[in-house]
């Protein structure tokens, strides 16, 4: 998942949309997200989206909702094809604040 998260993080610096996003590995999830000033939130870190690993070179995309709790999306792809979802329908979630 590291070579993955390289990846990604290559794929996201080259729009202006997503620059500046980190990536976390946490088990089969590549998580994205803000860090926000620490006097803004509690938590510094501002999960915003993430990809699961289904197969092969295929992720699936979720979007944190306000409670907490990650919804799945009907996006599923290549990382370039999630990177363009994100860029395309979650522009309000990966957008800087």
């Not at 501002?46 to 995309?61: E, I, K, M």
């Amino acid at each position: 998942m590291q070579v993955a998260r390289a990846k990604l993080e290559r794929l996201l610096e080259r729009h202006h949309l997503t620059a500046g996003m980190y990536v976390r590995v946490r088990g089969a999830d590549l998580i994205m997200g803000r860090t926000e000033s620490p006097a803004a939130s509690p938590t510094p870190d501002d999960d915003r989206v993430r990809l699961t690993w289904l197969q092969a070179s295929t992720y699936g995309l979720s979007v944190k909702r306000h409670n907490g709790r990650w919804e799945r999306t009907p996006f599923s792809g290549n990382m370039n094809q999630m990177v363009d979802a994100m860029l395309t329908f979650m522009q309000h979630l990966v957008a800087p604040s």
